[in-house]
Structures are given as structure tokens and as C-alpha cells.
């Protein structure tokens, strides 16, 4: 049995199959996220393989990314009887001994960030204020973001040449923190809202 791993939270949109044979890669980067064709091309990439757990990035990043990603999970899922996991995208930028920030931007004047040891999460998506983010991630991280666009001056500026500026999350590095940790795959995945729509009173 195969694993599918699918990542639609940033403008890379990957795919990778892993099996006892090695990790085969797909990107679908030119789709726009709310199309449907995407799913097809993800048809064709599967094939003839049989999948017994599709991974899905959780973000944060992409909503209509993101969703898509578990929609199309789930309905494979209630058709073939595979499992579904999910794991946070910013796995897929862990490295084997790095100390590594990944931050991104929340809107609202706040920034997220999650905190790697290697392929250990040492502290999962958090939030906040853009003018705590120096204090927020320690001494002797490595910093990347998704978001260099938006927030990748404001991270040069901060922290200097520990700033090593745009890295985005592919489905091969899901597959790779996956294997490395499987600790960290979520049952009953949802994605990582950083500002929901409506808060409980």
C-alpha cells in the first residue's frame, strides 16, 4: 500500500507517493486552487496504486488550498476505506538537525510561527504581534518563511543572516518529517485557522 501526501498550502501545490520502492514527486503550482482540475492531474499521478493513508498539510497557508486538499482526502477516503491523516505544512521545511523557525503572516497585525529541533516539534502554530516576533523566536534559530512576499524584509531585517528568506512546504517534505516522526500525523485532520470567521462568546 502506498502513501499520499498532498500539500495545497502555498502556491507550490505538491504531491508525493511513498511506498517500499522510494517517494515519487509531482507539483501542480499553475492551478488555481479553487479548480477542480487539479484533482484530475491527481488522478492521473496516483494510477494504478493502491493508497492506504492519504496525508494531508494542514497549513496554515491557502484556504481554499488547504480545503480542497482534505475534501478530495475524505472523499477518497469514504469510496476506497483509506485512512486519512493530516500534519501541519511547516513539517515539510524541518531538517535533520536544524534548529529551525518558520514564520509566516496571520493578518491582523500578528505573524505565526512554529519551532523545530530537527524533525521534533518543540512548540506546534502559534501567534503573535508583528512587534514581538524578535522576542518570540530564540537564540540560535535558523528563520524561513512561506511568506517572503509579504513578511520576508521585515525577518531580513530582524534577524540578520539567520533569516535564510523564502522556503515553501512541498508534499516530499511532508513525506520525509513524516517517516523521520511519525508522531507527527494528526487524526481527524482540520486545517490550522489562525483567525477564525466567527469566535465562541
Do not use: H
Not at 518563511?145 to 530582524?158: C, H, K, N, V
Not at 534577524?159 to 507527527?184: T, V
Amino acid at each position: 500500500m502506498s502513501v499520499l501526501y498532498i500539500d495545497r498550502s502555498s502556491k507550490r501545490q505538491s504531491v508525493a507517493l511513498s511506498d517500499a520502492s522510494g517517494v515519487k514527486t509531482a507539483e501542480f503550482g499553475d492551478m488555481d486552487p479553487r479548480s477542480g482540475g487539479w484533482a484530475a492531474s491527481l488522478q492521473r499521478f496516483i494510477g494504478e496504486n493502491q493508497i492506504g493513508t492519504i496525508v494531508v498539510g494542514t497549513g496554515p497557508g491557502s484556504f481554499a488550498g488547504i480545503r480542497s486538499a482534505l475534501a478530495f482526502a475524505l472523499g477518497y477516503a469514504a469510496g476506497t476505506g483509506c485512512r486519512v491523516c493530516g500534519i501541519p505544512s511547516p513539517c515539510a521545511l524541518a531538517s535533520p538537525g536544524v534548529r529551525l523557525a518558520v514564520a509566516g503572516d496571520a493578518r491582523r497585525g500578528k505573524r505565526w510561527i512554529a519551532l523545530f529541533d530537527g524533525f521534533r516539534l518543540e512548540r506546534p502554530v502559534f501567534q503573535v504581534a508583528a512587534d514581538a516576533l524578535a522576542s518570540a523566536i530564540p537564540d540560535g534559530y535558523a528563520v524561513v518563511t512561506p511568506d517572503a512576499q509579504r513578511i520576508g524584509g521585515e525577518l531580513s531585517s530582524i534577524f540578520g543572516e539567520r533569516c535564510l528568506g523564502e522556503r515553501l512546504p512541498s508534499a516530499g517534505g511532508l513525506a520525509m518529517a513524516a517517516a523521520a516522526n511519525p508522531s507527527l500525523l494528526e487524526s481527524n485532520p482540520a486545517p490550522i485557522y489562525l483567525n477564525p470567521a466567527v469566535r465562541e462568546a
